[in-house]
Every structure is written in C-alpha cells, then in structure tokens.
C-alpha cells in the first residue's frame, strides 16, 4: 500500500496518549475558568440588588471571553488530534450540544447589552442566568451521556437522538450546575468584600455540600454503569487508586468547608475547589482510560496518525505556555477586590 | 408535535442549510471586527503620536461598538467550533486530519491572542499605561488578522486541496504541510477576504460619519475625521478588491474551471469566443440561459485576454456534478456590482475632496449611507458564490456533500435549525440595535469609552463600562 510506505502515516501510541491528556488538560482548564463565570450566573438568583449584579459580572467582564476560548480549543483540539471521536460525539450528544451553544449565546451577548439598556435589563439579566445554568446542565448531560456508554457502528454514531438522556445523565446535569455554582461563590469571595462576600461564603457552604453530595453519587453510580468501569475501579491495581480516592475527596471536602466559614481565608476556598474538581478529573480519567468514547472507541482507535497530531502537538507545546503566560498576565491586570462604590461617588 | 413537520425533508438539506445559515451570521462579525480592529489600532496609535485628542475620541467612540461586535462574534464562533460535527460528522472525521490542526492553531495563535488581550485594549488603559495599551490593541488587531489566515487556508483547501494522501480508511492524511496551507487558492482568497473586511468596515465608518454630517455635524471634529479617513481607505481598497477579485477569479478559472461556468453562466462551450452575460434567468433543468443579455467575447477577453479565446461550458460536465447554476450565478453579480458601485463612490469622493467639498457634499453623503452596510453584503455574496460553485463537493473533487452529513435524522436536524434562526434573529436583532443606538450619537468631547476615568488613583471599580454607560443609556432611553 502506498500510504504503508510512507513514513509518519501509523499511529504512535504515546503521541496519542499525550494528545489525550493535553485535552484533558484544557478540558479541565475550561471547566475551572468557565465554571467560575457559569457559576456566577447560576448564582445571579441570589444577588436580587442591581447594585450586586453589576459587581458579579464587573469581576469577570474582561476575561470571560478568554475562558470560553477554551471550550472552544476543546472542541476544536479533539476534531484535530481523534476526528473520529469528534465525528461520533457530535451526533451522539447533538441535542446537549445545541442546548449548551444557545444557551452560551444568550448569556455571551447578556455582558455586553446587558450595560447598553435600562428597558431592557431584566430581560438581559434572565438570559444571563438562564443561559448559565442551561449551558452549565447541558455541559453535565453530556459528561454523563459520554460516560454511560455511546453506541458506534463503525466510524459513526448509531443510537438514536434520544440517547443522552437519562437519569444518570440528568445527575451529571445538576451536579454540574451545583459544582458550577460552588466555584462562582469561591471566585466572589476571592474579588469582593462585605455584604457580597459574606452571602457568597453562605452560598459556598450550600453549594458546596450540594457538590459533594453529588460527586459521591455521581462516584456510587458510575461502576454500576458499565463492566469495565467495575472491574477498573474495584480489581487491582485499580483499588489502590479506589482506597485512597474517597479519603483525599473527603479531606478536601472537609478543609473547603471549614475554609468557607473562616473568615480571613479569602483565597483558599476557591483553589481548594478547583483540587475538588482536578480530583474528579482524574476519577474520570481512570473511569475511561484507555477509551476515548466508553465503551468501545479507545484513544488509539480514533488518533489520527503520526505525520497530523505531531505538527500540532508541537504547537501546542509551545503556545499553551505562552498563552498560560498572557492569560495570568490578563488576570493580574485585573487583580484585586471589585469594590462596588467607588463609582457612585 | 411541531418538529415532526420536518419528517418529509432531507437532512443533507437542513443541515446545509443550518450550516450556511449559523456560518453567515458568524461571518458578518467578524468581516466587520477584522477592519475595526486595525482601525482603532490605527486611531489609538495617531492619538498616542499626534497627541490629538480627536483620535482619542473617535477611539472611545468605535470601541463600545467594537465590544459588542466582538461579544457577537464570539458567541457566534463558539457555534461554528461545534457545527462541523453536528452536521458534518463525516466530513470531520475523514478531513480532520488536515483541517483539525490548522483550527487547532487558529484557537491557539489568534482566538487566545485576542482573547487574552481584548480586556486590556477594552478596559485596560489606567490599568497598564499607554504603550502596553498600545501593545494590547496591536495584538487584538493581528490576532483577528490572523484567525482569518488560519480559516481561509482550511477553506481553500476544500477548494484546492494539495498535500495529503487518501488513507486505506477514506481518511485525507497529511503528507506535505506546506503545500497544504499554502494551497493554490489561499494566497487569493486570503488577500480578496482580508481586503474585503476592510473595505466593509471603511463603508460603515464611512456610513456612520455621512449620517452625522447629513444631520448638520460638520464643526465636531470627530464626525469629520472618521468621515475622511474613511473615504481615503475606500479610495485604496475598492480598486484593490476589484483588481485583487480579478486574480482571484483566474485562479478559480484555473483550478475550479467548472465554478466560473457557473458563475458566467455558460451551459454552453463557445469555441470561438465566450460572452459575457449580465443578465440572464438559469434554468438547470433545461441547461440553458433564459432571456440573457449578453456582450460578446467579453467573457473570454477578461479570463483570457484574449477575444477568440475557447470556453468550455457546463455541457462538458455532467449534470451531477455541476453546482445550482442560478444561486452562484446571481450572488457573482450581486458581489461585482456592488464592488463596482463601491469605486464609482470611492471616486466620487475623490473628485469631492479635490474640489474642497467633503464635508458639503450631499450627493457625496447620501451615497455613503446607503453604501454603509453595502460591505456586509458583498462580503456574504461572494462567500455563497464561492462555496455554492464548489458543489456538489465539500473537499473539491474528491469528498461530496452528500457523502459528508452527519447520520442524523431529519426532525432533530430541523428543529435545531428552527432554533438557531429564532434565537439568532432575536439576539443579533437586539445586539445591531444597540450598534445602531451607538452609532446615532455623534462622537462628544467628553467621551465615554469602557475604561475608567483617569481621576484619582487606578482602582479595579473603573474596570468595566457600568455605572457611566448605564448612565448615557437611561438619558437616551428616556429621550426616544
């Protein structure tokens, strides 16, 4: 075969596993920046004031559109690096989707007109919540409807469009939500003060056992979904992970909540957090691996070969750096609490 | 239930239609931000120079539109990221291989570039004095510049594909990456694209100073100084785009022949001298140009330079391969008249200022704001021009469309596209009309843009556009 002789056209293990976990990496950096923004309008219920409203999205207006650049290399990194995976996600989670991608523009454009009307503000406000918490339980759905399993024929989808929805899908859904939630109130208690940091902290503490009450179900559920899952959580060498898991969620748990309630912890219950959702990542890393799309596709399967992920793997190891570096550099521009009443001196 | 509506249609033609229409909607933000980018790039540069606070002014003024272009674009965007799978789960997965990684370096090199520094060039300039403010609007205009390159060259190559091998699984796998980005029509289509953005976004900076000089604004400095700037870009690039637009179109003669049949309308192969028709109804059914009017050997003198000049016409094609004739055929001469509109007014304005009557001229006005969004049009014509007279293919010659949908049903796929038009209409509807509002004021000696005010110390409260924009909208809001 003349594509056999070409040297760069098979699949090499490591690249693909590299590609795999450089996704997983931006997922997860993805997941942290816009959860904390989603999570600010999921919480928009609690903050009724004008005054207040304006202070939450203050905090994350100039960099809101940067986190959800990372949804976006998402999307775009699993096209380059497993076109497959992409080709058969797509259809499979098609509704989610197009959920997720309505619901982020109404809550994108809500930072913008939301400033340029006054008739119109309720309603601009309603989209940026309900934009937030759809998107956020779109995102939830599909984590789920990924996890319990895809049909695939071939190179294609083969279930029907119904598929993702199911109860567990519907508990990965609002642990999202919750998750999203408990991030948005630990950024708040980081960038404001008074009145505002103190309901967030109250807020933390809710969402914050919502949260884990839901990754423990979420945890309890998952082995029962699939027999892979079973034997890669309860049959060693999986068990060594499976033992210690539960007591390093649970201390972490333990520490945000008390973190919450003391009152100069202004930072600690945000990074506490985001190692609550870095643990979660791995526990889904271990659910999956070495699949790409449970239960059949694996990583290798859908990699494209050497001479494709290669040109951009090296990119990627220079850029995403790079744009790490601007990206923190962005934040410090903005460092700092957001005081609410400076400007109507 | 109202989706089922949907069961007698073909999914391949709902989601190309739900792919033509989310791409569209994206399209015209970013044809727009591309050119206003560069141009308050420009404007922020004159001021830091000239120490004029003209530019200054006109800065703050562009860059409230800027925002919410921008934000549109975005949201817009993100769809598009997603929309390759949803509809085209085929495609992605055989083309993705050579067309995933240079999205891949789209996001990584331009959409986090402009990410990462839209929040400084929009509220950043306290924050992080004038010349990183500088570096911060630089680095958003080359960044939108840039993720332009990166697309157009994905899109040229479904249109000239070079580069890669046919894998024993139907994948296209890369060989040669040079020759991939650097396909034969990249080089045309980037600079006709690239200068079409900016002259889009001078005929809108161009509009919107017309309509304030019409309403009487001569003596505010800032109206006058977007206004001839405006018309000095138009006076270069609309007979770049035209002339750029010819190379382009031989390059399409030479690699896609059978799109410029189509485009000119010629079923028909003249051996001895191809005309050029103006007018013309299509009809694919009986292959033949109904009621045309047409100029003879003009066709073959402008492709060929040469009168006598054999053409091939569509009869040389088989009817399965040949793109709907009247959709490319129409959107060509939407695009060339308009272009050609765009230098007769290019040279108005010339004659105008040689003759010291820019800002008197009425007739020069009026032209203006009916051409401001003419930009925006041409822009979408020519982008349907090209990709309908690629068809029946996505990857030119070798991938069809009808080998490249995603294995949807019909109902899923047109209740979301049902969706998507509802909630565009009614968000991007919201979004122009704010446009509109901020462009209905004329730029004032006060200013506001969405930074702080440079009183007192920098403080992180000035970082937004809040309480001073919220405040102008309540007066505006109660002036209406």
Request: hydrophobic share 50%; aromatic share 14%; charged share 15%.
């Amino acid at each position: 075969m003349e594509s056999a002789a070409l040297s760069g056209m098979e699949i090499v293990p490591w690249l693909a596993y590299a590609w795999a976990g450089l996704l997983a990496i931006a997922v997860y950096i993805y997941v942290v920046l816009d959860g904390f923004d989603l999570g600010l309008g999921i919480l928009y219920p609690f903050f009724p004031e004008k005054r207040d409203r304006d202070l939450l999205m203050n905090t994350v207006a100039p960099v809101w559109d940067g986190n959800e650049t990372w949804l976006v290399l998402g999307g775009g990194g699993l096209l380059a690096a497993f076109p497959m995976a992409y080709a058969i996600l797509m259809p499979a989670l098609y509704m989610p989707i197009i959920f997720m991608l309505l619901a982020l523009v109404f809550r994108g454009v809500a930072f913008e007109f939301r400033w340029r009307t006054k008739r119109w503000l309720k309603y601009w406000d309603a989209a940026f919540i309900g934009g937030s918490i759809v998107a956020a339980f779109s995102q939830g759905i599909a984590l789920g409807a990924l996890l319990q399993g895809v049909v695939v024929d071939g190179r294609s989808y083969a279930g029907g469009w119904w598929d993702w929805l199911t109860p567990f899908s519907v508990l990965c859904g609002v642990a999202v939500v919750a998750g999203y939630a408990l991030l948005g109130a630990t950024w708040l208690i980081m960038k404001t003060d008074g009145d505002v940091q103190s309901r967030a902290r109250k807020l933390g503490v809710i969402f914050g056992l919502a949260t884990i009450g839901f990754i423990g179900a979420v945890s309890l559920a998952t082995p029962f979904l699939d027999v892979d899952y079973y034997s890669r959580w309860f049959q060693t060498p999986g068990l060594f992970v499976t033992i210690p898991m539960p007591i390093i969620i649970g201390a972490i748990s333990i520490t945000m909540l008390a973190s919450l309630r003391t009152h100069n912890h202004e930072y600690r219950p945000f990074i506490l957090s985001l190692l609550l959702f870095a643990m979660c990542f791995v526990g889904l890393g271990i659910s999956m691996f070495p699949n790409i799309i449970p239960p059949d596709v694996s990583i290798l399967d859908a990699a494209t070969p050497f001479r494709s992920q290669i040109f951009m793997f090296v990119g990627a190891c220079v850029l995403i750096p790079l744009i790490l570096g601007y990206t923190a550099f962005a934040y410090w521009v903005f460092r700092g609490k957001v005081d609410p009443d400076e400007g109507y001196h | 239930m109202l989706i089922m509506m949907f069961e007698g249609f073909d999914a391949i033609i709902l989601a190309r239609i739900q792919f033509a229409f989310t791409v569209a909607f994206h399209f015209i933000f970013p044809a727009f931000t591309i050119g206003l980018a560069s141009y308050l790039a420009v404007l922020n540069g004159l001021y830091m120079w000239k120490k004029d606070e003209t530019y200054l002014r006109l800065f703050k003024f562009w860059i409230k539109i800027f925002a919410v272009t921008f934000a549109m674009g975005v949201v817009s965007g993100i769809t598009m990221a997603y929309q390759f799978g949803t509809n085209w789960s085929v495609f992605s997965d055989r083309a993705g291989p050579v067309i995933g990684p240079l999205m891949a370096y789209e996001v990584l090199t331009a959409f986090f570039l402009e990410a990462g520094f839209l929040g400084i060039m929009l509220f950043g300039r306290d924050r992080v004095g004038p010349k990183l403010h500088m570096f911060a609007c630089l680095m958003v205009a080359f960044g939108t510049a840039l993720s332009a390159t990166w697309i157009l060259s994905v899109n040229s190559w479904m249109h000239t594909p070079q580069g890669h091998i046919i894998g024993e699984n139907g994948q296209f796998l890369p060989v040669n990456w040079l020759e991939i980005i650097f396909n034969p029509s990249f080089p045309y289509r980037l600079s006709h694209t690239l200068t079409a953005s900016y002259l889009t976004t001078a005929f809108i900076v161009g509009g919107v100073g017309a309509w304030h000089l019409l309403k009487g604004r001569k003596d505010n400095p800032g109206v006058k100084t977007m206004f001839s700037m405006a018309m000095w870009m138009i006076a270069f690039t609309a007979p770049l785009q035209i002339f750029l637009g010819d190379l382009h179109g031989l390059n399409t003669l030479e690699h896609q022949p059978v799109k410029v049949m189509a485009m000119e309308g010629h079923y028909e192969s003249h051996p001895d001298g191809a005309p050029l028709c103006l007018f013309g109804i299509p009809d694919d059914g009986a292959q033949e140009l109904k009621h045309a009017v047409c100029i003879p050997k003009v066709s073959s003198l402008i492709l060929k330079h040469d009168l006598n000049a054999p053409m091939d016409g569509l009869d040389t094609i088989p009817d399965e391969d040949q793109p709907p004739v009247a959709i490319v055929f129409w959107s060509f001469r939407i695009m060339v008249g308009i272009g050609f509109i765009m230098l007769g007014v290019a040279l108005l304005g010339l004659w105008t200022r040689f003759r010291g009557k820019l800002y008197d001229s009425k007739l020069l006005h009026r032209a203006m704001l009916i051409m401001g969004p003419s930009g925006l049009v041409a822009v979408l014509a020519g982008w349907i021009t090209t990709e309908v007279g690629r068809q029946p293919y996505t990857v030119h010659g070798l991938m069809r469309t009808s080998e490249s949908a995603s294995p949807l049903d019909a109902p899923a796929v047109g209740a979301s596209l049902l969706a998507f038009i509802v909630v565009y209409f009614f968000v991007f509807g919201a979004g122009v009309f704010y446009i509109l509002r901020l462009m209905k004021k004329p730029p004032q000696a006060d200013e506001q843009g969405l930074s702080s005010s440079s009183e007192g110390p920098i403080r992180t409260s000035g970082i937004t556009p809040a309480q001073q924009v919220q405040r102008q909208t309540e007066m505006d809001e109660v002036k209406e």
